[in-house]
Each structure stands twice: as structure tokens, then as C-alpha cells.
């Protein structure tokens, strides 16, 4: 089944203490992205990947990292959480397909419910 | 730089009403248009897209057509059902002007009583 997953789904976890959030997809997609999703603030990108070893800043990437070693993999680094940081995150991934992307339809995982304390 | 702009949620309705989510949008290049749907608890999904002026998609009874001249994109459906009941994004996707990656709307909540 193709599919985008995350992991934890949910996470409780105290200031200052790193975190990562794993995204993995099986569509063989170039394109990768991590999301925020606040009340009232809809969906704010954080960063995206176009593909391995390369990626860039979405709107919102102070105190977040990523890293793309591998094509199916782009994990969210916390290297430093705060309570800022408490939100509902999802990863997407899409592939540019023949228009170079102007067609091209996001796949989103489930989400992590993220708590910072 | 790009950007969606959507009505204000929630919007509430009651089952068999007719539902209008209004979406405008600024594009540089020749945008393709989307409405993403998220149910409760879940990720986003697509629910239909337009990728030229005109066009229409259509999906589960809910319609948009892209509409160049008012740079417009409104979501609608004849009559909804309290299954539909979830928040609508409007995105854009628009690699000219440098949007490899969608960019979205705030989201607009939808709840239908029975």
C-alpha cells in the first residue's frame, strides 16, 4: 500500500531534550516536506527536500532540523525543544511527475502529536 | 510570493444544505489548484484539483472550477452530509514562480448537524 508513516504518532517530552520524528515513504518520491498544523494558524511548512542531500527552509524552520540521507527517509530533528514547539506535525511527500510539479498531488502521514513540557 | 487565502471557519450547517468555501489566490506563474480534505484525527487528502483555467474537478459530489479572470478556486457542494464534516484546504502548486512544494490556506472547518 503506498503510504507516507510517522513516528511516534504521539509524543510527551520535556523541554531541552532532543527529539526526532521519523518519516518514511514507499511511492519512491522526490519531493518531501514537513508541516505544523496550529489552531488558527492552518499549515505552515517547516522544510522541504527536493531530493537526497538537498533541502531548504519552508516559513517556519528556527528550531527544527532535517537531514535527507536516503530517498524514502526525511526525519524532523528537535535539537532543543521548547514549548513553542507543541503542535500537531505532518511529513508529505510528492513527486514532480512530466510538468516539473505543477501537477503534482501531496501525500500526507498521519500526523505527530507533539507536547512539550 | 504565492499565497491562498480562504474563508474564515467554521462554517455550519445543517445536513442537505448547499455549502460554498470561498478560496482567491496570487500566483506568479499558472498555478494548479487544489482542495485537500482532513477528517478527524487524520492527515490531509486530496479531494479534487484544476490544473488550467475553466477546468473543473470534481470528487464525492464536491465541485471547484479554476477561475483565472477572479483568480478563484470556491468549493462546493449541492448538498452535504454530516460525514462531511472535516477541514477543507485550498493549495496551490505553481513551480514557475518557484512553489516546488504546494503552498496552503489556513484551513476552513467544516461542521454539518443532522
Known amino acids: 500500500e503506498a503510504q507516507v508513516t510517522q513516528n511516534p504518532r504521539y509524543l510527551i517530552t520535556v523541554t531541552g531534550k532532543k527529539l526526532t520524528v521519523t518519516c518514511s515513504q514507499n511511492?519512491?518520491?522526490?519531493?518531501m516536506s514537513w508541516y505544523r498544523q496550529d489552531p488558527g494558524l492552518g499549515l505552515r511548512q517547516i522544510y522541504y527536500s527536493m531530493n537526497v542531500e538537498v533541502t531548504d527552509k519552508g516559513d517556519v524552520p528556527e528550531g527544527y532540523k532535517v537531514s535527507r540521507k536516503e530517498k524514502r527517509n526525511f526525519p524532523l530533528i528537535l535539537e532543543s525543544p521548547s514549548p513553542n514547539q507543541t503542535s500537531l506535525y505532518f511529513c508529505?511527500?510528492?513527486?514532480?511527475?512530466?510538468?516539473?510539479?505543477?501537477?503534482?498531488?501531496?501525500?500526507f502521514g498521519p500526523g505527530t502529536r507533539l507536547t512539550v513540557l | 510570493g504565492d499565497s491562498v487565502t480562504q474563508m474564515e471557519g467554521p462554517v455550519t450547517l445543517s445536513e442537505e444544505a448547499f455549502l460554498t468555501i470561498n478560496c482567491t489566490y496570487t500566483a506568479t506563474g499558472y498555478p494548479s489548484l487544489f482542495w485537500y480534505v482532513q477528517y478527524p484525527g487524520e492527515g490531509l487528502q486530496l479531494l479534487l484539483k484544476a490544473t488550467k483555467a475553466d477546468d473543473k474537478g470534481s470528487n464525492k459530489g464536491f465541485e471547484a472550477t479554476y477561475r483565472k479572470e477572479t483568480t478563484s478556486f470556491h468549493l462546493e457542494k449541492g448538498s452535504v452530509q454530516v460525514s462531511d464534516s472535516a477541514v477543507y484546504f485550498c493549495?496551490?502548486?505553481?513551480?514557475?514562480?518557484?512553489?516546488?512544494?504546494?503552498?496552503f490556506g489556513r484551513g476552513t472547518s467544516l461542521i454539518v448537524h443532522p
Open positions: 508529505a511527500s510528492s513527486s514532480p511527475g512530466l510538468a516539473g510539479g505543477r501537477y503534482n498531488e501531496q501525500f
Open positions: 493549495a496551490l502548486s505553481d513551480p514557475a514562480g518557484g512553489s516546488y512544494i504546494p503552498t
Open positions: 511511492m519512491n518520491h522526490e519531493y
